[in-house]
């Protein structure tokens, strides 16, 4: 069964600072999605990701895939009070169903 | 409107009962998903449909849940005879190509169990 596990599932940061969301998953696949939830809303789409060494930026967002590690980063950079919500990472399976990750909690202070 | 559709938004049911959930899918989107979010965690893969068959049922957490797809569009989520920890958030979302495509999610429908 894919497995998808994300790490910090907390992080606060100071407003500025950088930091990164890891998000590592237990089967071959090059489907990789980032996702956000504000709270009390659904999730919206971030960035997708479908082949090894695909970089995707959008703003203080940064998120690459190594499939052979079998990994996804989200950097943030010099965070920002509005950059506060869930993160969520998922992963594309065999059967073309999507697993997601627990989850990255955000909170950006001044 | 061209996104996910819910139904009902909110649903306050007696334990006991059973509860169907309502999705609409945006149009032309062969893959829907099913997942159950419970308060501050994160999403519980259901089910998928590619189409109206569902190649991958393992996430379904026990026989009260059932959910179907008719005419590769509209799905429903059924839960008989509800329990208490079966309150949470349940969200639909569809794709043009599942696992090669963006999902886009619904707004959710909270459901209550009291």
């Known amino acids: 069964e894919l497995k998808v596990e994300q790490n910090p599932l907390f992080l606060s940061m100071q407003e500025g600072k950088n930091y990164t969301i890891y998000c590592n998953y237990s089967?071959?696949?090059?489907?990789l999605y980032w996702y956000r939830q504000d709270p009390g809303k659904s999730l919206e789409s971030l960035f997708v990701?479908?082949?090894?060494?695909a970089v995707k930026q959008e703003g203080r967002l940064m998120a690459s895939l190594d499939t052979k590690a079998r990994l996804s980063t989200l950097h943030i950079t010099a965070a920002v009070h509005d950059l506060s919500a869930t993160y969520f990472c998922?992963?594309?399976?065999?059967?073309?169903?999507?697993?997601f990750g627990a989850g990255t909690r955000l909170t950006v202070k001044p | 409107g061209a996104g996910v559709s819910q139904s009902p938004s909110n649903k306050v049911t007696e334990k006991g009962k059973d509860v169907e959930l309502r999705c609409d899918p945006i149009?032309?989107?062969?893959?829907l998903y099913w997942y159950r979010q419970s308060l501050g965690q994160g999403l519980e893969f259901l089910i998928y449909?590619?189409?109206?068959?569902?190649?991958?049922k393992s996430g379904l957490p026990s026989d009260r849940f059932s959910a179907e797809r008719t005419g590769g569009s509209v799905s429903t989520l059924t839960i008989q005879r509800t329990q208490q920890e079966d309150s949470a958030v349940y969200l639909c979302?569809?794709?043009?190509?599942?696992?090669?495509?963006?999902?886009?999610f619904g707004p959710g429908t909270r459901l209550t169990v009291t």
């Open positions: 149009s032309g989107h062969t893959a």
């Open positions: 979302a569809s794709s043009l190509a599942g696992g090669w495509a963006v999902s886009y």
């Open positions: 449909f590619q189409g109206n068959s569902a190649p991958d």
């Open positions: 998922a992963v594309a399976g065999d059967n073309n169903d999507m697993r």
């Open positions: 990701l479908l082949s090894n060494g």
């Open positions: 089967t071959t696949s090059d489907r």
